[in-house]
């Protein structure tokens, strides 16, 4: 069936999908408006003069409209204060209102500012992990108690030409939704529409949606779900694209471009923000970084069509079946490439920011857990004892059979021509953009694994229809994807090669990453960026995961110098996830996900979470952390740091 998985306008030509134009005060939002940039305050929403400065720095930094928490009336009262405040010193951008279970709150701040952004897990619903039984009939009722909650402020912004962005989170979807759909990408989608159907049947359109998760893979499905559904339906509404709860730093940039990359390489996202747990004004220039590669992708070369009857399920994660040659492909994590080739001779000491080093007193290698599966080395062959886990991949030209090291060869045909060829594993580079390769790479043996190129500007579709056409000819030849960076900042660099490979991660259609930077970055960034974006997508797992909330005027404690201090204590914990969120109102829903949880619950107090449940309440801030790592041992999740 054609067109069965159609979430956006095309897989393979740049476009982005045509969402109603919305009306927030003065700026359009969707339509042919450029993607908006946004972020949310972290003051407390009482204190006028903070909330406006802190407002002002985000709005020089490039933000284009403003979120404020508003956790009650009186917050709700006092945006009337910092509106007028702004727009006296000249600033008139948008704020919004950040409305968590108080219709009440909502209902005030629409007198006074442009838009109202609910939760539809909260409006009018409680969360407390239940499952409900419910008929067709109880759940009708249900249906008809919150449309007569949330009519009274449709019919609010409706008058006040106010806008309302529908803002699900994967982390506070409320109980009757997960009971009916499941704590799924489709109870979020269904969540949305509810709310959606309450403002169509009030004939009232100015809307935005959003569907965040941290979890960039659920996030993702979940915007794809949605947007294939407003497709369908005569009304897509705008995109406000988010990754919550995405950390700080490294891992927070990389988790927000996986996510908030993938949509927008496929046009989805009309609107973005990225949490992350810094200043809000630090937000701005990464979403600044992510929209504006997009701003010429229209001029890409010609990519061959394709409708949306995929192999694969963009909607649910399943790997792209491969066979295994040697640790690649198959049930094999996909491995990570480091390129050395620029290198004329190679040392043990260039190893090192691969995850390598070696211990002159014990003559022995300490391996990382982010240490790299295989080093390109291009004509030069190393000539030291190599760490048993590390392997070489070197020009096909200057190949022998020795241990640990196998050939790449430039195309198919030298490949078929050469008579030095390695009988377990042979790497293949090829150009994805000539698709008649597809037939030729069937015909190959079993010990090839291709190394995918490509120069079109809009390379991570083409990589993808190559893929497919793999994919569609039934052809399980392994696939690593090669992406080469230049003269870039260092953050540039991680949020591009998060979108280009996270991208085809995401959806399993990728055995590996060989990540290549010329003039900018290092082999330690290289390593720390390949092994994160494959933590972000799930697919390999080497550290400790964080899902710690941006913070906004809830927050009741420092949110980045705790995150660093759980980050000391814990970050040899891989694979353990670990919450920190500001306040218990939306903290326990928000990192529903994590193995345990520390949540401010006052001033200076905590309380400390194993998964869904509390288990120490009201500990001092003080002890906090300590009291964290014993939870963490009296469970048996503890082991202790290795020192290299
Ligand atoms: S969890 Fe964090 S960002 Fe979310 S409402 Fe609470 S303090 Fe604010």
Redesign the pocket.
């Known amino acids: 069936m054609a067109d069965q998985f159609k979430y956006c306008n095309s897989l393979t030509e740049y476009s982005r999908l045509k969402t109603i134009e919305v009306n927030v005060g003065n700026i359009g939002v969707g339509g042919d408006n450029p993607i908006r940039l946004q972020s949310m305050t972290t003051t407390d929403t009482m204190d006028t003069e903070l909330s406006i400065e802190q407002a002002i720095r985000m709005i020089e930094a490039g933000c284009e409209l403003v979120r404020y928490?508003a956790p009650s009336k009186k917050e709700a009262e006092n945006l009337k204060l910092i509106r007028n405040g702004l727009n006296s010193k000249g600033y008139t951008t948008p704020l919004v209102a950040d409305i968590?279970f108080t219709p009440n709150a909502a209902e005030v701040a629409a007198l006074y500012i442009e838009k109202i952004r609910v939760n539809p897990g909260n409006y009018a619903d409680k969360k407390k992990f239940e499952e409900i039984d419910y008929t067709d009939e109880s759940y009708k009722t249900e249906l008809i108690r919150i449309k007569e909650k949330f009519t009274p402020l449709v019919l609010l912004c409706k008058e006040k030409g106010r806008a309302i962005r529908i803002g699900t989170n994967h982390g506070s979807l409320s109980d009757r939704i997960t009971s009916r759909f499941g704590d799924s990408a489709v109870g979020m989608v269904e969540s949305a529409l509810e709310f959606i159907k309450i403002c169509e049947d009030n004939e009232f359109y100015n809307l935005v949606i959003s569907m965040k998760s941290s979890n960039p893979l659920i996030m993702v499905q979940a915007y794809r779900i949605l947007a294939g559904r407003m497709l369908k339906r005569d009304k897509v509404y705008p995109l406000h694209l988010g990754v919550t709860e995405a950390g700080e730093g490294e891992d927070g940039r990389i988790k927000s471009a996986v996510g908030i990359g993938t949509l927008l390489e496929d046009g989805l996202g009309d609107t973005i923000r990225v949490s992350l747990t810094e200043d809000p004004e630090l937000e701005i220039p990464v979403a600044k970084k992510l929209a504006e590669r997009y701003e010429n992708r229209l001029i890409h070369d010609y990519i061959k069509p394709i409708n949306f009857d995929l192999p694969y399920n963009p909607f649910e994660y399943n790997k792209r079946k491969t066979n295994t040659v040697k640790n690649i492909g198959g049930k094999n994590h996909p491995i990570v490439i480091s390129d050395l080739s620029h290198l004329d001779t190679i040392s043990a000491a260039n190893i090192f920011g691969a995850g390598y080093s070696y211990n002159v007193n014990d003559d022995k290698w300490n391996i990382k857990e982010q240490a790299v599966d295989y080093i390109y080395t291009g004509l030069t062959i190393p000539k030291f004892a190599l760490p048993g886990t590390l392997n070489v991949i070197c020009d096909s030209t200057v190949w022998k059979n020795a241990p640990q090291t196998y050939p790449v060869f430039g195309d198919v045909d030298s490949f078929i021509n050469s008579k030095n060829k390695s009988n377990t594993l042979n790497f293949i580079c090829i150009d994805v953009s000539d698709l008649e390769l597809v037939k030729r790479v069937k015909d190959l043996d079993d010990t090839i694994v291709l190394v995918s190129f490509s120069s079109n500007f809009h390379r991570m579709a083409e990589k993808r229809r190559f893929l497919i056409e793999l994919m569609n000819q039934d052809i399980k030849t392994p696939v690593v994807i090669f992406n080469e960076y230049e003269d870039l900042d260092n953050e540039s660099l991680q949020l591009y090669a998060s979108t280009d490979f996270g991208a085809l991660l995401i959806d399993g259609l990728s055995d590996g990453i060989w990540l290549k930077t010329e003039n900018c970055s290092n082999l330690q960034l290289n390593t720390s960026t390949a092994f994160g974006i494959l933590q972000a997508t799930r697919t390999r797992i080497s550290k400790t995961d964080y899902i710690s909330?941006?913070?906004?005027?809830?927050?009741?404690f420092d949110l980045q110098e705790t995150t660093a201090k759980i980050r000391l204590k814990t970050n040899h914990l891989k694979g353990l996830k670990i919450g920190i969120?500001?306040?218990i109102?939306?903290?326990p829903g928000?990192m529903a996900d994590a193995d345990y949880g520390y949540v401010?619950v006052g001033k200076g107090k905590i309380n400390l979470y194993k998964e869904r449940t509390v288990v120490k309440k009201n500990i001092d801030e003080i002890k906090a952390v300590d009291e964290l790592v014993a939870l963490i041992k009296e469970y048996g999740d503890w082991v202790e740091p290795k020192h290299n």
């Open positions: 928490t968590h909330c941006p913070s906004c005027g809830r927050t009741l969120m500001g306040c109102v939306n903290g928000e401010g």
